[in-house]
Structure formats: C-alpha cells, structure tokens
Nanobody
C-alpha cells in the first residue's frame, strides 16, 4: 500500500526556517520522482517542488531561491528545507509521487508563518 507521512510543520515567524520530512512507502522510492505541494487556506493545492531519483530539482517561482527539496533514498524520505518564510507560505504541505494517478494523499503537515 502506497503511503506518504509528512512531518515537521510548525508555527514560525516571518523570515524563519523549517524543514519538512515525508516518509514514503509501498513503491520503489529511489527511481520515483517526488513532489511537495502547498495548500493555502481556501485555495487549491499547488506543486512547489519536485526531485527526480537522481536529484534533479525543479521549483515553482513562488519558492525558488528560498526552498530546497532533497531526498535520502536509503530512508525512503524526501525533505523540504524552507528558508526566509513568508506569511503566504502558510498552509498544509503534502508530498506525493509524480506521474502516477490514484494515490491517496497523506495527512499533510501544517505550516503557519506569522507576520
């Protein structure tokens, strides 16, 4: 069974940093493109960062230069390092594998950035 378990969210002040983690299971993690999504309050979920099995990364303009996605294939875990946080980064963050339909979303992890 495919599962994604996100953690690391917290309440932080603007300008602060957080590191999110996502433990994945139920598929061959090391060859799978993974992504982090952000769902702001009252808005649709949006993709903010992706990473291939070999570590090639891509970012949405809104987070480029502030967030860093990484992975540890030995731990089946993907990370999102979030720096220079802004109030608009507030929301629930989810991870998911890319290019596969039908996976269930994890519970996400809440990030709240106060101004």
């Amino acid at each position: 069974q495919v599962q994604f378990v996100e953690s690391g969210g917290d309440l932080v002040q603007a300008g602060g940093s957080l590191r999110l983690s996502c433990a994945a299971s139920g598929f061959i993690f090391s060859i799978t493109v993974m992504g982090w999504y952000h769902q702001a309050p009252g808005k649709q979920r949006e993709l903010v960062a992706t990473i291939t099995g070999r570590g090639v990364t891509n970012y949405a303009d809104s987070v480029n230069g502030r967030f860093t996605i990484s992975r540890d294939n030995s731990k089946n875990t993907v990370y999102l390092e979030m720096n220079r946080l802004k109030p608009e980064d507030t929301g629930v963050y989810y991870c998911k594998r890319q290019y596969v339909l039908g996976d269930n979303w994890g519970q996400g992890t809440q990030v709240t950035v106060s101004s």
